[in-house]
């Protein structure tokens, strides 16, 4: 049996600190959903839902289902992917895995659908990464610490992503976590945090600009206007 949960209401559950379902929405969530390994066991049925990003974070099941800005959280994402893409096939360092793309680590009981994963070709040689699947195909789910992840920060997300996955993801054994915020036209937020031994650090900017370690490539972001008068987003490389 499944109970539904509206927008905004939390509910405790044996084996779970609550649920959190974002506004603009609702989803069943099966009842004998009550810890991570039925989490993943729901994530790899037929039943999982097809929409919204649905993730395990701190014991919580997080169901976002707020409708994306189309610009400072779309646009963005379009044009992080398309840089990102390009620069994989160009330098043959690994994948890109775009928007909804599953990421689980097992062994810190994080699941979610990050806005965006970069994965050597020697990460998934050795073992590092792996695809799982289920029901909906052999390789719906990257399992492991892939070297970068990263997150466009929305009003929902913001919360989730400042602060839940900073921490999450370092404890995942992610080498970079990249946290872009458009929101603010004259001000938009381009972070790279690398790990250190205990946590992550933000990475000194000189102009925007910023440098990855593990692509070894510089990147800033910067908004401008289209054709149209509309903003218009580029990730710009050196």
Request: net charge negative; hydrophobic share 35%.
């Amino acid at each position: 049996m499944s109970r539904l949960l509206s927008p905004r209401r939390k509910t405790k559950k044996k084996g779970l600190a609550k649920t959190i379902v974002a506004p603009n929405g609702e989803i069943a969530i099966p009842g004998w959903v009550v810890d991570f390994e039925s989490f993943r066991r729901w994530l790899h049925s037929a039943d999982f839902p097809e929409c919204g990003k649905i993730s395990f974070i701190n014991n919580v099941v997080w169901a976002d289902l707020t409708m994306e800005e189309f610009y400072d959280h779309g646009e963005v994402i379009v044009e992080i992917s398309r840089v990102l893409a390009n620069l994989m096939k160009e330098s043959q360092f690994g994948k890109f895995g775009k928007e909804g793309t599953r990421y689980s680590h097992l062994e810190t009981n994080l699941s979610t659908e990050p806005d965006g994963i970069v994965f050597s070709h020697a990460a998934l040689a050795n073992g590092r990464v792996k695809f799982r699947g289920g029901k909906k195909g052999d390789k719906t789910e990257l399992v492991g610490s892939p070297e970068i992840v990263i997150e466009v920060i929305s009003k929902s997300s913001d919360l989730k992503d400042s602060e839940w996955l900073l921490a999450a993801y370092f404890d995942a054994g992610i080498e970079e976590y990249w946290l872009i915020d458009a929101r603010e036209e004259d001000e938009i937020r381009f972070d790279v945090f690398k790990r250190n031994k205990k946590e992550f650090h933000e990475s000194r900017k000189q102009q925007g600009w910023v440098k990855s370690g593990v692509l070894g490539k510089t990147f800033r972001l910067v908004q401008t206007e289209d054709a149209g008068g509309d903003p218009e987003y580029t990730l710009e490389v050196r």
